[in-house]
């Protein structure tokens, strides 16, 4: 493969290259100046220095294949410049003159004098520098001169005009084109072009003027550029157009700029047979102008009429893509029924957006500009069909999308594999078994996986997540960037069809439908849905049924159906690798008659596969090992509707499939038989009306034995396992006498279901009983005996027992079953449903007192209110404070919180200390002690203090006069002396004190008490004092206060009021 490219890489290469085998020259040939003596003797001079050769006339260097010519003589005497090399292969990229002062020096000549005397046949590039003018030559042959010649202002001159209308003279006639520009745009020199200035150069194509004011342009100066198919003049003053009529330009232009300052008439160019199109900023329209009208800088252009005279259709856009070379006729949601006859440009092909229209039929292409389309688009229009004599000769794109179209013609098909990009989503087709040809042509569209391109990366990276795979390197974007797209079939070959690839595909085309990025979905009719991924849909013509074929395709995932299925269908899916389920859909295929999955790998048959009209079902030789309850009881609704194959699964024995097994048992006889001997059980050995299976849920292996709803009347012969345990079901029969212990092996038996039968007494129990039920049998009571085994495999095995549902006695002989019920309920399942016979009464509920009386309940009841007074006691005494607060606080038993006060005579209630810092403190105090609900006499210094009294004799006496001593013990009280002088005398009069004086409100500023002297801080230290950001700080402030006959007192005060 890298060979290939290496050769595609050199065939590129010499195809746009100027290759050839000639040699670079390096040096100039030594004998050089030895040629130059020869011809004008010993007495010239010459030298030749590292590849540097000086004369009296001019300076030659070569330095890495360019070769600048120097001119240091001021005039022209002979030209003497020689060949420097001895071979005529060798070759040079660039030639370069200077030093010519003169405007109308002979050395001013064009390339093909100087390879000529230099002895080279050709050159890429050679430029001639003049004072006010550089004039270039590209790709100069000896033979046929330049193909591109470019003169390029330094400054204006009037001489520059003559300098190149003779250079373009001796110019030869091969010339292609000719570039005349002025790089300064803050001048606009006068360049004057003589009439035969092109005389000869019948090969030229391209003239190009830029920013000067041309004159001197006339019919004549064109006459021999037959040719010419562009002329640009690109921001230029023309003020005389009469050049244009030109019968030359007329018939070669095919492509011109008039970027001028004058409004053009573009009736000048109606002559213009070839012209394409104009480049134009301002101008007069002319309607009969076929050209295309181009504003500069614009992609889209104006278009008049087609060159067949078409203009362009009523009712719709035309404009011209420059940028793409095409006519975009725009018709779409014009609300027509028939497409017009159609412009063809000059230029170009014809795109036709007829979209959204009411069109029911395609035109025939014979019609005028119809055939000649390269694009149509005609979505969302109301066609039925597509026919060969209505599609145009040669599109290379063809939208169809949201018509009514449902096949297509073979002729159809073969014209559409020539069509580039073909769109038809939206499109519902109906695909019959033996059009093999619409199969294949579906089949390989599909293969075109085309993601939307907003969905691609978060796609391939859900992909990645979950396998490893270097599939998005073989995704391009399409033209219009909607959506990237690659070609299955391709990949499938470079990947080899591996299975890793295989995997990696299935997921991402569940991703693809998972992400709705499917850009151009095949809907198919009968599915409303694409066919799934790597099958084949089609439509028996016969019977009209469906057929969804997916047989051998290694998918790992059931297909994707997400509508449901109207119709006959019947899918085949054998030989894959089927494991996995998507999500269920949100509707059932009610269509779906006939599912085949054989040779699969299922491990469960979800329901919503099954059909309600499924009439073949075949899962043989799958991994599945029983059903679902719901799948049999389905399969059992259809028993004569539905014919299921289930050979060569490895059924198993288990009794999570214990329904299962009961159909298969007679459904598949020799299935369930293979079961059976899985189990070390023959089917002669498991009763007839029976179910014989092992459970797994518990530490050892059980055989369990359903019988139930059988309507037996005694227990038959049963199988055993060799090892493990028994549980027997006879639950709903017709049971009247308990089992005998000689039709079974007792001992391993350790669940015994025997409910809804007519049992009235026990027999006998196995010895490893760990469940028994005997709910809804004829019981009265439970003997000795039975109570005693019971009881004993209760305490040591945690065994469960049901009762309920028997007409128990509930009388004083059998208060024992009483206490062993009430003993035993936590092991007793639903013991409150455990009734006696007659009253209902549940006999959880019933106390041996209620059977027989006893004088035990008074002598209980005396006990337990003793003991509920001594809590009581116990609670008052641990909590008394907290009480006696919320007493004093709410008034209630006052005469308990009263206490004897010993300074009842005392003036005042409480005695405030602060510092002056603190007044705004003492406000509320004020407001809540005098004014409250409960009334007190402060002393505080501001308001009872004498002016002019000692103060220590005043503190000392509120001191004494004060039944309490209240502290605002703030960080300014702390600091102020006076204050901690109110706080000793406060300590030391109620030291002696037997109740506590003194009460200490702390804030919330003071952090320690490193301020206080030794006493007053051990006192802080050992005694509690109220925080006054305490939430309960008032209601502990009152009790604290005296309030022993506190009530009489406001009594009285408010009598003297009165």
């Not at 025939?364 to 979505?379: A, I, Q, T």
């Not at 297909?559 to 996995?580: C, F, G, H, M």
């Not at 059903?627 to 198993?652: M, Q, Y």
């Not at 027992?801 to 208060?815: A, H």
Request: with cysteine; glycine share 2%; hydrophobic share 35%.
């Amino acid at each position: 493969m890298s060979s290939q490219i290496i050769f595609l890489f050199v065939l590129i290469f010499t195809q746009n290259s100027r290759i050839h085998c000639s040699k670079q020259l390096d040096n100039i040939r030594k004998d050089y100046c030895e040629i130059y003596f020869g011809e004008f003797g010993e007495n010239r001079s010459c030298s030749i220095t590292d590849n540097i050769v000086t004369t009296e006339d001019y300076q030659m260097s070569l330095v890495v294949s360019t070769l600048k010519i120097n001119w240091t003589s001021p005039v022209f005497h002979r030209w003497n410049i020689y060949k420097i090399c001895n071979e005529t292969d060798y070759e040079l990229f660039k030639i370069t003159v200077h030093g010519i002062r003169s405007a109308v020096d002979m050395r001013i000549s064009p390339g093909v004098h100087y390879l000529d005397l230099l002895g080279l046949r050709e050159i890429d590039d050679y430029s001639i520098y003049l004072p006010s003018l550089v004039i270039t030559e590209e790709y100069v042959h000896y033979a046929n001169g330049p193909q591109i010649l470019t003169f390029e202002y330094v400054y204006d001159s009037p001489l520059n005009s003559m300098v190149i209308n003779n250079y373009i003279r001796k110019t030869m006639h091969n010339t292609k084109e000719i570039d005349i520009y002025n790089p300064n745009n803050f001048e606009m020199p006068t360049l004057t072009m003589e009439e035969n200035v092109f005389r000869g150069k019948y090969n030229m194509s391209a003239v190009t003027f830029t920013d000067f004011s041309v004159k001197g342009l006339t019919a004549k100066t064109f006459e021999n550029l037959t040719s010419l198919s562009r002329l640009i003049f690109d921001n230029v003053i023309l003020r005389d157009l009469s050049f244009l009529g030109s019968s030359t330009l007329q018939e070669s232009l095919t492509y011109c700029v008039m970027k001028v300052a004058s409004m053009v008439d573009l009736k000048n160019f109606d002559k213009f047979t070839t012209l394409e199109s104009i480049v134009v900023n301002r101008y007069k329209s002319f309607e009969n102008l076929t050209a295309f009208i181009c504003e500069p800088y614009k992609s889209h252009c104006q278009f008049t009429i087609g060159f067949n005279k078409v203009a362009c259709p009523f009712q719709c856009n035309c404009t011209y893509d420059r940028d793409k070379t095409r006519l975009e006729i725009d018709c779409w949601q014009k609300n027509l029924r028939t497409i017009p006859a159609l412009p063809v440009p000059k230029k170009g092909h014809s795109l036709l957006v007829f979209k959204a229209n009411r069109l029911a039929e395609l035109p025939y292409n014979s019609l005028e500009g119809y055939k000649n389309l390269k694009s149509l688009d005609v979505s969302y229009n109301q066609l039925t069909s597509l026919s060969l004599s209505q599609l145009p000769e040669s599109l290379y794109h063809l939208d169809i999308r949201h018509n009514i179209i449902s096949t297509l013609s073979p002729q159809v098909v073969e014209y559409l594999h020539s069509v580039n990009t073909f769109h038809q989503f939206g499109n519902k087709w109906i695909i019959y078994c033996d059009e093999y040809y619409l199969k294949d042509f579906f089949r390989n569209e599909a293969n075109l996986l085309r993601i939307i391109t907003s969905k691609f990366n978060d796609i391939m990276r859900s992909v990645s997540l979950q396998i490893d795979t270097s599939i998005r390197m073989f995704f391009f974007k399409h033209t219009d960037y909607l959506y990237l797209e690659a070609n299955e079939d391709q990949m499938k070959r470079a990947f080899k069809s591996s299975y890793k690839f295989l995997k990696a595909m299935e997921l991402l085309n569940q991703y693809i439908g998972r992400f709705s990025a499917q850009y151009d979905e095949i809907i198919l009719q009968h599915l409303n849905a694409r066919c799934p991924y790597r099958c084949s849909c089609c439509v028996e013509r016969q019977t009209g049924d469906f057929i969804i074929n997916c047989r051998n395709l290694t998918l790992h995932f059931y297909p994707v159906i997400p509508n449901p299925i109207e119709y006959n269908t019947t899918i085949y899916l054998d030989a894959n690798e089927i494991s996995n389920f998507i999500d269920p859909p949100i509707t059932l295929y009610i269509g779906l008659k006939k599912l085949h999955l054989s040779q699969n790998r299922l491990r469960e048959l979800p329901l919503f596969l099954l059909s309600k009209n499924i009439t073949y079902l075949d899962v043989r030789n799958n991994l599945l090992r029983y059903l679902d309850d719901s799948d049999v009881a389905f399969l059992e609704n259809r028993e004569n509707i539905t014919k299921i194959e289930l050979s060569g699964n490895p059924w198993e024995f288990y009794c999570r499939g214990k329904t299962f097994l009961s159909y298969l048992r007679k459904h598949e006889p020799v299935e369930y038989e293979t079961a059976l001997r899985r189990a070390n059980i023959t089917q002669d050995k498991c009763p007839v009306d029976c179910i014989c299976c092992v459970e797994t849920q518990f530490e050892l292996h059980t055989l369990m034995i359903d019988c139930s709803g059988k309507d037996l009347r005694e227990i038959p012969p049963l199988p055993t396992l060799p090892l493990g345990q028994t549980t027997l079901i006879f639950e709903r029969n017709n049971l009247k006498k308990w089992p005998s212990s000689f039709l079974l092996e007792f001992s391993n038996v350790t669940r015994l279901y025997l409910a809804h039968n007519r049992l009235s007494a026990i027999d006998h129990l196995p010895e490893k009983l760990i469940h028994l039920d005997i709910s809804h049998n004829n019981f009265t009571a439970l003997d000795d005996r039975v109570r005693g085994f019971l009881q004993k495999r209760m305490n040591s095995s945690q065994m469960k027992l049901s009762l309920f549902g028997n007409p128990w006695t509930c009388s004083c002989e059998e208060k024992d079953f009483l206490v062993f019920v009430k003993a035993h309920a936590k092991n007793i399942a639903n013991p409150l449903a455990i009734q006696c016979s007659g009253t209902g009464r549940s006999l959880i509920e019933i106390e041996e007192a209620d059977i027989c009386p006893s004088v035990l309940i008074y002598f209980t009841s005396l006990a337990v209110s003793l003991l509920i007074l001594a809590l009581s006691l116990n609670v008052f005494v641990c909590f008394r404070r907290p009480i006696m607060i919320w007493f004093y606080e709410h008034e209630i038993c006052l005469s308990l919180v009263a206490r004897r006060e010993l300074d009842e005579e005392k003036k005042y209630d409480a005695f405030l200390a602060f510092t002056h810092k603190d007044e705004e403190l003492v406000e509320e105090f004020v407001d809540r002690l005098e004014n409250g609900k409960h009334k007190f006499r402060l002393c505080f210094y501001l308001r009872d203090w004498l002016v002019g009294e000692c103060i220590p004799d005043c503190i000392n006496q509120s001191v004494q006069g004060s039944r309490r001593i209240i502290i605002l013990m703030t960080k300014n009280f702390l600091q102020s002396t006076w204050g901690r002088l109110e706080f000793r005398l406060a300590l030391h009069a109620t030291s002696k004190d037997r109740c506590k004086r003194l009460i200490v409100v702390l804030y919330p500023d003071v952090e320690n008490f490193d301020d206080l002297d030794s006493e007053l801080k051990a006192y802080m230290v050992l005694n509690t004092y109220l925080e006054r950001n305490h939430p309960n700080f008032w209601n502990k402030l009152m009790y604290s206060m005296p309030h022993d006959m506190h009530s009489k007192r406001r009594r009285s005060d408010e009598e003297t009021e009165v």
